[in-house]
């Protein structure tokens, strides 16, 4: 089993930046992708963004693409989520997930997916 640890959350203003980093207990060449979604109060799960791991291709969801970036260092098991111009909706639980080719398709088309947390998040609070 492999072990996803979250960091970066917090409270930030809004406009302000945060940045989220992921990291695998090990290599994950058997994922498609690694990537966030995020859930907030009485809302349901949302696909955030997602990278592939071998190629990099990065997908976005419409609420996020132009403010948030994607990038990954395979070398240290980690996937960061650079959090720009943040508003007060993107206050949520972020989770780091694996992420099929599926769950990716549908973070890039809106669609709603099944996503499953594997560590416990972390909090971003955007709020003057």
């Known amino acids: 089993q492999v072990l996803l640890v979250e960091s970066g959350g917090g409270l930030q203003q809004p406009g302000g930046s945060l940045r989220l980093s992921c990291t695998a207990s090990?290599?994950?060449?058997?994922?498609?992708?690694m990537g966030w979604f995020r859930q907030a109060p009485g809302k349901a799960r949302e696909g955030v963004s997602c990278?592939?791991?071998?190629?990099?291709?990065?997908y976005y969801g419409d609420s996020v693409k132009g403010r948030f970036t994607i990038s990954r260092d395979n070398a240290k098991n980690t996937v960061y989520l650079q959090m720009n111009s943040l508003k007060p909706e993107d206050t949520a639980v972020y989770y780091c997930s694996p992420f099929s080719t599926a769950q990716a398709m549908a973070v890039m088309t809106g669609t709603s997916a099944e996503y499953h947390a594997w560590g416990q998040g972390t909090q971003v609070t955007v709020s003057s």
């Open positions: 090990r290599p994950t060449p058997n994922f498609y992708a």
């Open positions: 990278i592939s791991i071998s190629e990099g291709i990065a």
